[in-house]
């Protein structure tokens, strides 16, 4: 199961989808550059690709590029965390006692449009440290999916389960332990890796407002400093962080949830 | 004591008396099974058929223990299971093979078979014990740890039908199991049932619209009038067992296939034409 099927990686890496893939970025970069050499409107007022990589040589041995990323990933992890331990419980409950879904559902659906960005103030004013109330706002992103996915993933569960669970003698804690939360698994996993890909889109947003290092933070810095070439650099290394940590959870949930694949 | 072979316990007889349901959806009442009685007795092999939608799972719902009645009672082995304004509870003394199928599919082959032991509190090693010597007395140990998801349908309704013998059951209650497979595989997977049967003469519940297979497998067959459900006629099907698929070709199967057939064409029809008027 762990061992590399070269031939099959093979066959996947030089691919049709791959080729496509690659000159569709190639098109796009050199139709970027090209538009900034010949002054286009928009894409001439953008920091060409040739500027932002010759930055990129710079910046990736200074220290403090790599402290941005890793003060983001400490706040999305905290954030993350937070979000799981206190929403797939809740989400579960609310899947399995109704009077725990009538009480919490109204509240969640309130609170669950308000965007994360409308938070930044309120929490600003409520927690103690900047690092608490942008961690809290993070929280705030990813909470709302995930508690809704363990919700309708458990909702969801075919009524034979639970009745054959219950023929073969099951008790309460049971179902819930063998069914209910195996079931469950693939749901919770979809809510994380939707719910890591929110909390990397509000980072940005908490760090502009309050904070002092992180990723989003060196974003708009650089605007306000001038410094567009390194706009698009915070802007790429914002996208490449969500996309490598969402590919960790899959990854994760496919190790969870072996079963899976095969449907 | 050898641990080779499953003892089997008896008993498992099933009385049905005037069992009438009425389901209660939005206001509006739908009778569906009424005044029902049937006696099923230890180790037979019982086949309920009936048309489509009459009210035959309606009534191994109530003996599984899945729902209430609305008068009448169930009993098993003089054990009062089912009566109107009683909370059914479901059991391992009868266990229920589903329709579609329902192997738990995060599990594999053996912990779907050990499932039921474990939960009833025996311990791991001799769940997993009687699983694998189960398994490999139906010749399903090669397979043990494998998922659901990589089994043919024939193969999951065989693994199905030994998570429910493990537990040793009084009555197996079968829903129509091998509905939707091809002829070949049905075919294959009655012989499978039938050597089990032979080998563990439990109480068998076994609900199909599919006349063929009634007279194959059952002992006693149970024809259903359309909804609401009774009992129109009870056939013996007294060919000797163990059966062989040849059977199918035999003089006095092709009677009792005819005689059957009328007697079910007769509620089709019925069903039919009550269909077109409830469209009308």
């Known amino acids: 199961m762990a061992t590399i099927n070269w031939k099959k990686l093979r066959k996947a890496v030089f691919s049709k989808t791959v080729y496509r893939g690659t000159a569709s970025i190639a098109v796009l970069l050199a139709l970027w550059e090209l538009g900034r050499w010949l002054r286009m409107p928009i894409l001439g007022a953008a920091p060409a690709p040739s500027e932002v990589i010759f930055l990129l040589r710079e910046i990736v041995f200074a220290p403090d590029f790599w402290e941005n990323w890793s003060a983001s990933f400490k706040r999305v992890l905290t954030g993350f965390v937070a979000a799981q331990i206190i929403g797939i419980p809740l989400g579960l409950a609310m899947a399995i006692n109704r009077v725990a879904r009538d009480t919490a559902f109204p509240v969640l659906e309130i609170m669950r449009p308000i965007p994360p960005l409308a938070w930044v103030p309120a929490s600003i004013i409520f927690w103690p440290t900047t690092e608490s109330s942008i961690a809290f706002v993070i929280f705030l992103g990813a909470f709302f999916t995930v508690v809704l996915n363990v919700l309708g993933g458990a909702r969801d569960i075919d009524v034979r389960y639970l009745r054959a669970a219950r023929s073969l003698g099951s008790r309460p804690q049971d179902i819930f332990f063998k069914i209910v939360l195996p079931a469950t698994l693939p749901s919770i996993f979809t809510g994380m890796a939707v719910g890591m890909g929110i909390t990397w889109e509000v980072v940005v947003a908490a760090e502009m407002i309050a904070g002092k290092s992180g990723l989003g933070y060196l974003t708009w810095s650089s605007y306000v400093g001038g410094n567009y070439p390194l706009i698009v650099i915070g802007m790429i290394s914002i996208g490449i962080a969500g996309y490598v940590s969402s590919s960790l959870i899959r990854l994760t949930g496919k190790l969870a949830a072996p079963w899976q694949r095969l449907f | ?280």
């Not at chain 2, 082995?77 to 199928?101: H, M, S, Y």
């Open chain 2, 1 to 280: 004591m050898a641990a080779e072979s499953q003892q089997y316990s008896s008993g498992g007889a099933i009385s049905i008396r005037n069992v009438t349901k009425v389901y209660d959806p939005d206001g509006v009442n739908v009778l569906a099974v009424d005044n029902c009685s049937l006696d099923i007795a230890p180790g037979e092999f019982c086949v309920v058929v009936g048309p489509s939608g009459c009210g035959k799972t309606t009534l191994l719902n109530a003996i599984a223990g899945f729902h209430d009645i609305s008068s009448g009672e169930i009993h098993l082995d003089g054990k009062l299971l089912c009566r109107a304004g009683l909370t059914p509870e479901p059991g391992a003394d009868r266990i229920v093979v589903f329709q579609n199928g329902a192997l738990f599919p995060w599990y594999t082959v053996l912990q779907n078979v050990t499932y039921g032991p474990e939960v009833q509190g025996r311990t791991k090693n001799e769940a997993k014990g009687a699983a694998m010597s189960l398994l490999s007395e139906f010749g399903l140990a090669d397979i043990a740890d494998h998922y659901p998801g990589e089994l043919s349908s024939g193969m999951r309704r065989r693994v199905e039908i030994a998570r429910a013998l493990i537990n040793d059951p009084r009555v197996l209650l079968l829903d129509e199991p091998f509905r939707a497979m091809d002829a070949l595989t049905k075919g294959v997977v009655h012989e499978f049932l039938l050597q089990a049967y032979d080998r563990v003469k439990k109480t068998v519940f076994f609900i199909t619209h599919d006349l063929e297979e009634a007279l194959f497998l059952g002992t006693k067959v149970v024809i259903m009038t359309t909804r609401p459900a009774k009992v129109k006629t009870v056939i013996n099907v007294d060919f000797p067992r163990p059966r062989s698929f040849r059977l199918r070709s035999s003089q006095r199967y092709l009677e009792l296939k005819e005689m059957v057939f009328d007697a079910v064409h007769e509620e089709a029809a019925k069903a039919f034409a009550a269909g077109e008027r409830e469209l009308a």
